[in-house]
C-alpha cells in the first residue's frame, strides 16, 4: 500500500492541483492522500497509526507537473527509492497548445520509497536536523553514496535541474532532456508519437518516456537515461574483433527484425518510394544549394572524376531511377512497419561492452518504413565509411572547371578501417540471410546511396569548404553508379538533359 503526500505551504487550502492529483492517484489505487506542510517541524504526527508504518511514500510537491504517464513510470521502476526534478505545472502545460515557452529553475519534486527506504525515511524525520521534507530525502542518498563507494549517480548531460537517486537495490532514475522549436518541432513530435505506442516487447528496445510536452514555441521530452556506449565508440575504442563485431550485430538486427518489421509488416503505399527515397532526395538537394553555394559547382556538373574514376552526377542518376519501373520494381520494398527506427546509424545504437544488451535511441518516427532504410543506415557505416567522415578521419581535395569536378579523399587507416571493410562483406550475405529476401542487397545498397545523398544539410558547418558535407555528397555520387552497373539496367545507362534542375522543386511532405 502506499501513502501519497502532497506539500504545499498551506495544507488547510487545497490548490486546484493537489486536487487534480488526489484524482489521478486514485486511478492507481492510491486512497491514503494527505496534504502536509514542507517543514520537517509539522510532521510529527504524519505516520500516528500503526498502520502508516507499513506503507510505502509517495512525495509530490504540489505544483509539480505529474500525470498519468509519468506516475506508471514511477511506480513500475523496480527501485527501491526514485526522486525525480519536475518543472512546476503551471510553468508548462503539457498536452496544451500555449504556455510558456520554457521551463523554470524553480523546478518541483518526486519520490517514491519503498519497503526499507520508507521506514528509514520515516525515522529519520524524527532526528533530522532538515527543515524541508525533501532535504530529509537528499539526506539519505547522500548518507548511502557515501558508504557505497561503487554506487554512481549517472547525471544527464548538461541538464542541471534532473536529479538521479541511489539507493541500496535500487535502479538510478535521470533523465535525458531534448526539445525543439521552429522546424524541429515536427521529428520530434514523431519521435514522442513512435516511442508512446510501442508494442511492449519493442518497447523494452527503448529508453522509457518520463515525461513530454508540447507548445506553440516548444516541443520537449524526457527519456530515460542510458550509461551505456554508442555502437560507434564501442567499435572504435574496444579490441571487439570480427567475431565480436558480427555476433553484435546479429543480435541488434536480428531483434528488430524479429520484433519491429516481421509481425508488423504491411503492403507499401503505392508512393512510398518517392516520399521516402525521391522527394526527401529533391528536397535534401535544393537545401543543401540554399544554405551552400559551394555545391553549385558540384551539383550541377555533368561528370565528376572522384579517385580517377569517372562518375554520372546525383540529379541525373535520381531522375533515371525515377522513370524507370524495372529499377524501382528492383529497389522498392514490398512491404513496410509503423515500427521501424528509420535512424540507425551507430551513434543511435547504446550498448553494454560487456555483456549482448543494447538500446536504441532517437527514431525516426515515421507514420511507416521498411527494414531496408535501416540496413542502408548500417552499410552507410561498414560500406560508406560515414562514422570516418563524421569524425573527420580523411582527407579530401577537389577543384572544378569546365561543368566537371575532380575529387581526391582517402581515409586515414586503422584496425577500425579494416575491421568496418571486413564487416561490409560479412553484411552483404546477411541482409540476405536475415530477410530471405535475395534483393535484399540490392535494396540496401539503394537506401544506402539515398542516404548519402540527403545527409548534406546536417553537416554544414559554414567554413566555406564543406568537406564532410561534400564527401558525404560524393560518396552517394560512387554508391548511385555502382548500383546502377549492378542492376544492369539498360534505361539507366542513357543520358537525360536536366535543363535548369526542374525537378528540384518537388515537394516532400515529411519536411520538419
Same mark, same amino acid.
Given at each position: ?13 487545497p490548490s486546484p492541483a493537489s486536487d487534480t492529483m488526489r484524482s489521478l492517484f486514485n486511478r492507481f489505487g492510491i486512497e491514503e492522500v494527505k496534504r502536509l ?33 509519468? *506516475? ?19 510553468? *508548462? ?167 519491429? !518489421? ?68 528492383? #529497389? ?28 536504441? #535511441? ?42 566537371? #569536378? ?23 550475405? !546477411? ?51 555502382? *548500383? ?7 534505361? *539507366? ?20
Open positions: 500500500m502506499i501513502t501519497a503526500i502532497v506539500l504545499q505551504n498551506n495544507p488547510e487550502q506542510p514542507t517543514s520537517v517541524d509539522d510532521w510529527k504526527q504524519a505516520f500516528a497509526k500503526p498502520s502508516d508504518s507499513q506503507m510505502d511514500i509517495l512525495l509530490v510537491e504540489a505544483a509539480a507537473l505529474l500525470d498519468e504517464e509519468l *506516475l506508471e513510470f514511477l511506480l513500475g521502476a523496480r527501485a527501491d527509492a526514485t526522486v525525480l526534478s519536475l518543472p512546476p505545472a503551471d510553468d *508548462l502545460l503539457q498536452h496544451a497548445g500555449n504556455g510558456p515557452s520554457s521551463m523554470s529553475p524553480d523546478t518541483r519534486r518526486i519520490a517514491l520509497m519503498r519497503g526499507e527506504k520508507a521506514s528509514e525515511f520515516r525515522q529519520a524525520l524524527l532526528v533530522s536536523p532538515e527543515t524541508h521534507v525533501f532535504d530529509v530525502v537528499r539526506t539519505i542518498a547522500a548518507d548511502h553514496a557515501a558508504r557505497h563507494s561503487d554506487t554512481t549517480d549517472h547525471a544527464s548531460p548538461g541538464e542541471p535541474h534532473v536529479k538521479g537517486g541511489s539507493y541500496a537495490r535500487s535502479n538510478v532514475v535521470t533523465r535525458f532532456r531534448k526539445e525543439a522549436r521552429n522546424l524541429g518541432r515536427r521529428k520530434l513530435r514523431d519521435e514522442i508519437r513512435f516511442l508512446r505506442h510501442l508494442p511492449a516487447d519493442l518497447a523494452s528496445l527503448y529508453p522509457a518516456v518520463i515525461l513530454h510536452g508540447d507548445t506553440e514555441e516548444l516541443v520537449f521530452m524526457e527519456e530515460e537515461f542510458l550509461p551505456l556506449k554508442t555502437l560507434r565508440q564501442h567499435f572504435f575504442a574496444d579490441d571487439v574483433g570480427l567475431d565480436g563485431a558480427t555476433r553484435r550485430l546479429e543480435t541488434i538486427l536480428g531483434a528488430i527484425h524479429a520484433k519491429a !518489421y516481421a509481425p508488423h509488416k504491411q503492403q507499401a503505399p503505392q508512393d512510398y518510394l518517392d516520399q521516402i527515397h525521391f522527394q526527401r532526395a529533391w528536397h535534401r538537394l535544393r537545401r543543401t544549394l540554399e544554405r551552400a553555394p559551394v555545391f553549385a559547382k558540384i551539383v550541377d556538373a555533368r561528370r565528376l572524376w572522384i579517385n580517377g574514376k569517372e562518375y554520372r552526377n546525383v540529379p541525373e542518376l535520381l531522375a533515371k531511377f525515377e522513370q524507370s519501373q524495372k529499377a524501382r520494381a528492383q #529497389v522498392g520494398p514490398a512491404f513496410v512497419s509503423a515500427y521501424i527506427h528509420g535512424d540507425l546509424h551507430f551513434e543511435n545504437i547504446m550498448v553494454d561492452p560487456n555483456g549482448e544488451s543494447f538500446r536504441l #535511441v532517437d527514431p525516426r518516427g515515421y507514420d511507416s518504413c521498411d527494414i531496408y532504410y535501416d540496413l542502408g543506415k548500417v552499410s552507410h557505416s561498414v560500406n560508406g565509411k560515414y562514422d570516418f567522415i563524421h569524425q573527420s578521419l580523411f582527407t579530401l581535395h577537389w577543384s572544378a572547371a569546365a561543368g566537371e #569536378v575532380i575529387m581526391q579523399f582517402s581515409y586515414e587507416p586503422s584496425p577500425v578501417l579494416d575491421l568496418f571493410n571486413s564487416l561490409d562483406r560479412w553484411a552483404r550475405d !546477411y541482409y540476405v540471410a536475415l530477410t530471405g529476401d535475395p534483393l535484399a542487397e540490392i535494396r540496401t545498397l539503394f537506401a544506402e546511396a539515398i542516404h548519402f545523398c540527403t545527409m548534406m544539410p546536417f553537416h554544414l558547418v559554414g567554413d566555406g569548404r564543406e568537406s564532410k558535407a561534400i564527401l558525404l555528397y560524393a560518396t552517394g555520387v560512387m554508391l548511385l553508379n555502382d *548500383l546502377c552497373a549492378q542492376l544492369d539496367i539498360p534505361e *539507366l545507362l542513357k543520358d537525360i538533359p536536366l535543363g535548369n534542375r526542374p525537378v528540384f522543386e518537388k515537394e516532400w511532405r515529411n519536411v520538419g
